[in-house]
């Protein structure tokens, strides 16, 4: 079991990548914010979400299985599975410039269309980074992954002001982002290749492995998908056709900063946490204590961030991004408690992936986004301001993660009782 020093030693390695590699983007966001406008970041959005739906899934979620056995023979014939589906999924992806007529009725809007014979290299390469980014936690290789962040988000903000500068609109956000996520996944690749050792996989033995772990292509895959398609792909088309394109713009960029600690401080311990907590799990061993200092270190910085927002949220965002994202600061303000929360849930979300209660996630999750559905579409009905619904959706949020988090809490308390 892994001390509390060694756990904070690994949270300072990866939040140290994590602060230099979002401190780029947040050093040159004025620059990028003042050259693209609030319907470029749209169409932007759209399309990450589109890509996010299906590489979400496209490993079959196996990817999250390599942390778990102790073997790594086991954990390398994961990674081939998951490799290997993805070549497969990212093919079949093409097959989405044959539907182009469904996808504009879904937005309301064919600017999207342009961008998909693009999604499928998305696909590709989003999942290859998160497949090999899990294969690194495995052998605690904490500072090639931060050394790639710091790479993915410094060629992305780099090549998106250069696509801007010589006028390519939309598209200069959208080459931007595939062009960092292809140079990210060759640099994981670097990273990965030192580590793997040429395992002999036998199809025999990736056919068992998949049916061992079931779990994650039934269920983590079915949850994870859940959570995307609500959160950005339904969500960001309801708003696109009822609200119009410009506050969509205006709640992504709210929602790209706001959330920027979350990324930054969450994704390091909750890649440490997962790492800890089940070799801890392995060892009989409690898991209570690590998922406690975790939300210790959180509170550190959730409190005083979220006071920051929900006070000065909107004199900041003019400050920095210009008077065109007051609004953007406005809808932070309405949606600091429910990501407050988050900070919390987020990085200790890999609970019920340890203790096997991936069914009663999917449960929960599924439950609380069709309430919240219902209470967007009857704010649509009611005709009410984007703001009103904004307000809606973020108190049905707060609800259901202070649940997910005193079951998570609960659940490392009492184990496999």
């Not at 079991?1 to 994590?18: D, P, R």
């Not at 990324?263 to 089940?278: C, S």
């Not at 069709?370 to 209470?375: D, Q």
């Amino acid at each position: 079991m892994t001390n509390k020093k060694s756990f904070e030693s690994f949270f300072l390695l990866l939040f140290t990548g994590n602060v230099l590699s979002q401190l780029i983007p947040f050093v040159l966001a004025p620059i990028i914010a003042r050259i693209y406008s609030p319907e470029d970041f749209a169409l932007q959005g759209n399309f990450m979400a589109l890509v996010s739906i299906i590489a979400i899934v496209a490993g079959g979620r196996y990817e999250f299985a390599i942390m778990l056995p102790k073997s790594n023979d086991k954990a390398a014939g994961l990674l081939v599975l998951a490799v290997r589906i993805t070549l497969v999924i990212s093919l079949l992806s093409i097959l989405l410039i044959f539907i182009e007529n469904i996808i504009t009725d879904i937005y309301q809007n064919n600017g999207l269309n342009t961008f998909l014979p693009l999604v499928p290299i998305g696909i590709l390469f989003l999942s290859m980074s998160n497949i090999f980014t899990q294969w690194l936690t495995r052998y605690k290789k904490f500072k090639a992954i931060s050394i790639n962040k710091i790479i993915l988000t410094l060629s992305i903000s780099c090549i998106t002001i250069i696509f801007g500068v010589l006028k390519y609109d939309v598209k200069g956000l959208i080459l931007g982002w595939l062009s960092g996520l292809v140079l990210s996944a060759i640099m994981l690749f670097f990273f990965f290749n030192k580590t793997y050792n040429r395992h002999t996989i036998k199809i025999e033995n990736i056919k068992s492995l998949a049916k061992e772990y079931k779990d994650f292509p039934i269920i983590n895959a079915l949850h994870a998908f859940v959570d995307i398609f609500f959160l950005q792909f339904l969500l960001f088309a309801i708003i696109t056709r009822e609200f119009g394109l410009i506050n969509l713009g205006l709640f992504i960029v709210m929602n790209k900063y706001i959330r920027m600690p979350v990324r930054l401080i969450g994704g390091a311990i909750g890649q440490v946490f997962y790492k800890e907590a089940t070799e801890t799990f392995n060892e009989g061993l409690p898991v209570y204590s690590v998922l406690m200092h975790s939300l210790k270190i959180i509170s550190y910085f959730a409190i005083p961030i979220m006071l920051i927002v929900f006070f000065f949220a909107p004199s900041i965002f003019k400050l920095y991004l210009g008077e065109t994202w007051v609004k953007s600061g406005e809808y932070a303000q309405i949606m600091a408690f429910p990501i407050f929360i988050n900070f919390f849930v987020s990085p200790i979300s890999s609970i019920p992936l340890i203790f096997n209660k991936q069914k009663k996630a999917l449960i929960y999750s599924s439950a609380a986004y069709l309430i919240s559905i219902v209470g967007i579409y009857c704010s649509v009905w009611l005709r009410w301001a984007f703001d009103d619904m904004l307000t809606l959706f973020a108190i049905t949020m707060s609800i259901y993660y202070l649940c997910l988090l005193f079951w998570y809490i609960n659940m490392a308390r009492l184990g496999n009782k």
